[in-house]
């Protein structure tokens, strides 16, 4: 049975990979629009003149909310919860506030945790925390990889709570890495809901720079914090694109069920960090070409002595989606470069 799972994997990628009649490869690559945050209209108008949502450097955005009274900040997340909820740079509470406004708003039945992100139109976009941030001293941030959206954030892809960021993330934290941390479930880019679009590197690009700006965001709040980045299969091609781009606080960067980062070698990603992989001998993206032809394929998987990154144990995962079971060798490995505060 597992065999055939396994030829079924392979037969649905190839098909992808050299059937653009059967996959849509080579068809024009996906476009989702760039939405301003909602109430960004008023937001823009205000009198206080607040920096702009979608460019204003994380940074920028943090000295303009210092320079406001308590009392008005709190005005500006009822007013415009849309915008501050999402707005890196952002006092973390803040945000916290604001997401839990627009969620209520929302008909969401999740409030009572903590939120760096939500907004429920498209696909959706949402960021749990898990932990105290506001005074970790090291923060992980888990970058889930295709098939994931807002719908299925937290009861997972297909039903399976095991394929939940939210149920991840949480087990992750539990598993050691909330030791005078915080993990944060980022879903903050559209993700692949087909082989058709995860072949190729679009939505990577795309969610790469939403990445980069959010980890800015967190170095700009938490400068005295180490960051780790964990990313799962398409999430793992979206850390790629944003290695060269994440600030120093980025120590360990760890991929796992990685169908490649869209460079050959640890160097070409330009960062600093430590660079961990894991790949399960079961996992289907085994079966995934090591190349990039016309705008198909992220490169050779991270796992191979060649590309130079260091291996964590998953010798007790048996497939795609399972790496970070409870009990698990991998899981263990994780929560341990997750958690690391040296």
Request: proline content about 1%.
């Given at each position: 049975m597992m065999l055939i799972k396994r030829f079924r994997a392979a037969l649905a990628i190839l098909a992808v990979i050299v059937a653009p009649s059967t996959g849509s490869v080579l068809a024009a690559p996906v476009t989702l629009p760039d939405l301003s945050p909602v109430g960004a209209a008023g937001w823009r108008a205000d009198p206080r003149d607040p920096p702009e949502p979608r460019t204003a450097d994380p940074r920028t955005v943090r000295d303009w909310f210092a320079s406001v009274p308590a009392a008005g900040r709190h005005e500006l997340a009822a007013e415009y919860p849309?915008?501050?909820?999402?707005?890196?740079g952002a006092p973390i509470t803040?945000?916290?506030?604001?997401?839990?406004?627009?969620?209520?708003?929302?008909?969401i039945d999740r409030p009572d945790g903590n939120f760096l992100l939500f907004d429920p139109r498209g696909r959706g976009r949402v960021a749990q925390v898990f932990g105290d941030l506001p005074t970790a001293r090291r923060v992980a941030v888990l970058v889930p990889g295709m098939t994931n959206r807002l719908w299925n954030f937290w009861r997972g892809v297909g039903g399976h709570p095991h394929r939940s960021p939210a149920v991840q993330a949480a087990?992750?934290?539990?598993?050691?890495?909330?030791?005078?941390g915080a993990v944060i479930a980022w879903l903050g880019y559209d993700t692949p809901q087909g082989f058709d679009e995860?072949?190729?590197?679009?939505?990577?690009?795309?969610?790469?720079?939403?990445?980069?700006?959010f980890v800015d965001g967190l170095a700009a709040l938490r400068p005295e914090a180490t960051i780790a980045l964990l990313g799962h299969s398409y999430g793992s091609t979206v850390i790629g694109y944003a290695a060269d781009r994440l600030p120093p606080q980025v120590t360990d960067i760890a991929v796992f069920g990685s169908p490649g980062m869209g460079v050959d070698t640890v160097v070409?990603?330009?960062t600093g960090a430590r660079v961990w992989a894991g790949e399960?001998?079961?996992?289907?993206?085994?079966?995934a070409p090591p190349v990039r032809v016309l705008g198909v394929g992220h490169g050779p998987r991270p796992v191979g002595a060649e590309f130079g990154a260091r291996r964590f144990a998953t010798s007790d995962v048996h497939d795609?989606?399972?790496?970070?079971?409870?009990?698990?060798?991998?899981l263990a490995a994780l929560a341990g470069i997750?958690?690391?505060l040296s």
């Open positions: 849309g915008v501050v909820g999402n707005l890196d803040l945000r916290y506030e604001a997401n839990r406004r627009s969620m209520l708003a929302a008909g087990g992750l934290w539990r598993a050691g890495a909330g030791s005078g995860a072949g190729r590197a679009t939505l990577a690009r795309a969610g790469a720079k939403q990445l980069a700006r070409g990603l330009g399960s001998s079961g996992d289907w993206v085994r079966w795609h989606d399972h790496y970070l079971t409870p009990g698990t060798d991998s997750a958690g690391d």
